[in-house]
């Protein structure tokens, strides 16, 4: 009898474990497909702007939909960060505020394009993350990377390939 007790206990105990396992295991599968849905937006987002960048076409013309959360929680200047270094490229100030808008970034300023330059252009002025540079908004880093670049041209310093690699070993 004694035996029969624990074991109803164990099996009882066993069922809770299993029905809270099972429980979590819905959570879990409802948060990877939330996760793959915007995995696949972003593999869409960067295709469309891989295929844009390959016609040519600096983002001025057409423009690529963002989803209306994709900048959720995102300041304007990390927003701003995001989708330039999506682009890869230098954008019109125009083009950055319609990826903002686009990609969920909210204001109740009167004036969402003068917000945006301000903010774009203190983050600038302080040295921080971003240029204005020849009516376009880009990365810092982008421009140190093309002064490196500059400079070991200059120095006659040439990327190394495997196959130059190789036939210098």
């Known amino acids: 009898?004694?035996?029969?007790?624990?074991?109803?206990?164990?099996?009882?105990?066993?069922e809770e474990q299993r029905a809270t396992v099972a429980v979590e295991l819905g959570a879990i599968d409802a948060h990877r497909a939330a996760l793959e849905r915007k995995f696949r937006t972003i593999r869409g987002i960067l295709a469309s702007y891989r295929e844009m960048l390959a016609n040519g076409n600096g983002g001025a013309g057409s423009f690529v939909e963002l989803p209306p959360d994709f900048f959720a929680g995102k300041g304007i200047v990390e927003a701003t960060r995001i989708f330039l270094r999506m682009t890869g490229i230098p954008q019109p100030h125009r083009t950055v505020v319609k990826a903002l808008q686009d990609g969920g970034i909210e204001s109740s300023s009167k004036h969402f394009t003068d917000t945006v330059r301000n903010l774009l252009t203190r983050n600038a002025n302080k040295q921080g993350e971003l240029i204005w540079q020849e009516g376009k908004w880009s990365l810092r880093e982008w421009e140190l990377f093309d002064d490196l670049q500059a400079r070991l041209d200059a120095a006659g310093v040439r990327k190394s390939s495997p196959e130059s690699a190789a036939a210098r070993d």
């Open 1 to 14: 009898m004694r035996i029969e007790a624990a074991n109803a206990r164990t099996l009882l105990a066993l």
